[in-house]
């Protein structure tokens, strides 16, 4: 069997180790130079952590990251939102705070290990998709194939997707993050992804993701309407640091380790629906498939289960039969955590003051009732697989 898979994040290499098996030529490419990963710090769930567990990753990364226990959150006024601990859903669970660099150089080098070629910088234009075979079109007229099977994992800004027939759907959200990476000397965020919430315009959080020299690195994001980064370039740098800092005078010390614009980030998301992910011998995984809203923090544990689906359905099928599978496989737990950030994203990044009054009346007492905590906490794990079903608590490894 010989496999192309487009995209070299997360999606793409985590699908290259699985499904580089005795008698598969795995190949990989990328349009860019640099593989070099972009974006903030996040939070690897059980479920994630489950599957790199599978691929004996997990064990070096738990070294490289920072174990985190749950998820707090309260308002302006000091009020608490939310707080979820994952020992409340099984005593040895927790996540894992990590930096997207650290992860990819993982995949990556565990890739080169396999002796998976990745061929870049070739951006691929075209996909001749037929019944028996797939040939692949780099922007300079370059052919790549026949292969058997093409992955699409090429991020949530896919042009690619756009091959496969049928409706798809991409709508940016109107609310992104600034972001950047700080140390934590004091060690105010150890152990816990700490956020809080002005009304429904104002959200920040810090995510604890390394430790490096006895200090804690740590990922800090501030919501920001998209129609408003430019005003808030305009503003002197000095000038939101007070203001970030009167909200939450915890981040001071945080705060005074960055001097100018130039040392943030900021990210945009859209939620992208589409289905079926397959069409004949070409299938789309990861942000490409399903992007969502950060809200829920779950693209790169969905990447890491829809990689290991994959392999598991090409093992069991012949092609068209196994990308059938596959769809139906992702199609109850994709469709969960995409409505779920759709619901939730306005109640934490909006306009609407209503929501966020709601929002902080409601929320702590859903934290305190059983029954609720428990399904919020099985989502905030990665391990609903649909409205009314979940994984099995005890799957998981003792990893910690």
């Not at 992860?103 to 990556?108: A, G, I, K, N, V």
């Not at 609310?175 to 950047?180: E, K, T, V, Y």
């Not at 060690?187 to 809080?196: G, N, S």
Request: glycine share 8%; net charge neutral; proline share 4%.
């Amino acid at each position: 069997m010989n496999i192309a898979i487009i995209g070299c994040g997360i999606a793409g290499p985590a699908a290259a180790l699985f499904l580089k098996q005795p008698g598969v030529d795995v190949t990989v490419f990328d349009k860019v130079a640099d593989l070099k990963p972009v974006g903030a710090g996040f939070l690897l769930q059980p479920a994630g952590l489950d599957v790199l567990n599978t691929l004996g990753l997990a064990q070096s990364l738990i070294k490289k990251g920072a174990p985190v226990s749950g998820l707090q959150g309260h308002n302006h006024k000091g009020k608490m939102v939310l707080d979820l601990r994952y020992a409340d859903l099984v005593s040895w669970h927790t996540g894992l705070g990590m930096s997207r660099a650290v992860l990819y150089d993982e995949l990556y080098q565990a890739m080169i290990a396999r002796s998976i070629q990745v061929i870049h910088p070739c951006e691929i234009h075209e996909i001749d998709n037929n019944q028996d075979r797939v040939f692949l079109t780099n922007t300079e007229g370059t052919v790549f194939g026949p292969y058997d099977c093409v992955v699409i994992a090429d991020g949530s800004r896919s042009r690619l997707r756009h091959t496969l027939p049928g409706k798809i759907r991409v709508k940016p959200y109107e609310w992104g993050a600034l972001w950047a990476i700080g140390k934590d000397d004091d060690r105010q965020f150890d152990h816990v992804l700490e956020q809080i919430y002005k009304h429904t315009e104002i959200m920040a959080g810090v995510l604890p993701m390394a430790h490096q020299d006895n200090k804690l690195l740590v990922s800090f994001f501030w919501s920001l309407h998209q129609a408003r980064y430019q005003e808030w370039l305009d503003t002197p740098f000095s000038q939101w640091q007070e203001e970030v800092v009167k909200l939450w005078p915890k981040l001071d010390s945080l705060l005074q380790q960055f001097h100018s614009h130039a040392d943030f980030a900021f990210a945009r998301y859209a939620d992208i629906k589409m289905y079926p992910w397959h069409h004949q011998r070409v299938v789309v995984i990861g942000d490409a498939a399903h992007g969502m809203s950060p809200q829920l923090g779950q693209g790169a544990n969905l990447a890491l289960i829809d990689a290991q689906i994959l392999s598991q359905c090409l093992q069991q099928s012949p092609i068209p039969k196994a990308l059938a599978s596959y769809s139906q496989a992702r199609k109850s737990q994709l469709d969960f955590y995409q409505n779920a950030s759709r619901f939730v994203t306005p109640w934490f990044q909006s306009s609407n003051h209503v929501m966020g009054f709601l929002r902080d009346q409601l929320h702590g007492i859903f934290c305190r009732t059983p029954l609720i905590r428990k399904q919020m906490l099985l989502t905030l794990a990665c391990m609903k697989n649909g409205y009314f079903k979940a994984t099995n608590l005890d799957k998981f490894s003792m990893l910690f």
